[in-house]
């Protein structure tokens, strides 16, 4: 933990510290374990906003942190958040009486937009949403698969801002649908921008502008969408993170094909979530360790093949304690994509 430590500081949890909104997690576990799940759900919604999608996609840094692993494992922490509010078919949303604050635009309805329309909304204020999609979530609703994500959960948390009262505007664009000039003019007294991060990281490599060639989020996101994609023959995925996870699984469950991580470390570094991996593997995606992409052979526009250079460990490590992989010469070769 980052904070000066006393000399009892076991008493404070460390899981805490490390959550992003410092959820109460010993009172929601001490509730759980007493049987008592009401409880448990008012603990959880204090400060969590959307519950329901962080039981299932939050990268759960509480757990590395938990002092469990000292002795096995950690608590499973996001698991046991999802158990709560799963059961909470019965719960009914706070609703305030009136809407007569200060009139509040939140631009971006993601999950940084949900979260402050929903403490604003709470407090008593007027809140409206502009968003450029057609549906609440950001990248969430947009790039989360749906079996990871069922579009039901995600309307549990959705559904509470409405019993707010928060009024949403789909399909309007900042600076193009309206300006920050106008909301004011419109009699919104305060502006929040919360528009989230939503570029990929590009390999960098000449022809990525080729047929056949994606960005992770906007791949994810046509997929979501439903739109129709052309997988091809054999489909090749880059990087070993969460959204690599959900790409690779993606692109096997909707095209049927073989489809192949390409990763230039080996399978122990990988920075995904461990049950990620393992439901990578159980699914029969191939795993091309120690191979980092070199060139992207095309054909007329098209993509044909991603040529790949054999990397080595040696005995140096990075700051992070990590292998540190190294390019083997004469070692390129040919994977069709």
């Not at 000292?70 to 958040?81: F, G, N, Q, S, T």
């Not at 570029?199 to 996101?221: I, Q, Y």
Request: proline share 4%.
């Amino acid at each position: 933990t980052s904070r000066e430590l006393s000399l009892f500081d076991c008493i404070k949890a460390p899981c805490v510290d490390e959550c992003p909104v410092n959820q109460n997690v010993p009172q929601y576990m001490s509730a759980v374990r007493e049987g008592d799940i009401k409880e448990a759900q008012r603990v959880v919604r204090a400060d969590n906003p959307i519950a329901c999608i962080l039981g299932r996609v939050c990268d759960h840094l509480c757990e590395q942190t938990c002092v469990r692993s000292h002795l096995d494992e950690p608590v499973a922490i996001r698991d046991i958040k999802r158990f709560i509010v799963d059961r909470e078919e019965d719960f009914v949303a706070e609703k305030h009486d009136g809407r007569d604050g200060p009139k509040v635009a939140i631009i971006g309805a993601g999950p940084g937009g949900m979260a402050a329309a929903y403490e604003l909304a709470k407090a008593g204020l007027d809140v409206d949403v502009f968003e450029q999609h057609a549906y609440a979530g950001g990248m969430v609703s947009g790039a989360v698969p749906e079996y990871r994500l069922p579009r039901a959960i995600f309307d549990q948390d959705f559904k509470r801002l409405l019993d707010l009262g928060v009024t949403f505007h789909f399909g309007m664009r900042a600076g193009q649908d309206f300006s920050l000039a106008q909301l004011r003019r419109n009699g919104f007294e305060h502006i929040a921008i919360m528009v989230g991060a939503q570029l990929s990281k590009m390999l960098g490599l000449d022809g990525e502008e080729s047929d056949g060639v994606f960005d992770a989020l906007r791949f994810l996101r046509r997929a979501r969408e439903g739109h129709v994609i052309d997988y091809g023959k054999h489909v090749g995925v880059v990087g070993a993170g969460d959204t690599a996870m959900d790409c690779a699984r993606v692109a096997r469950r909707q095209s049927g094909c073989p489809v192949s991580l390409i990763y230039r470390r080996t399978i122990d570094q990988m920075p995904a979530d461990r049950e990620e991996v393992r439901h990578l593997l159980d699914e029969g995606i191939e795993v091309l360790e120690l191979c980092k992409p070199q060139r992207l052979v095309t054909d007329d526009g098209q993509l044909n093949t991603l040529v790949c250079r054999r990397m080595v460990f040696k005995n140096d490590r990075d700051a992070g304690g990590r292998k540190i992989p190294h390019e083997l010469e004469n070692a390129d070769f040919e994977v069709p994509l």
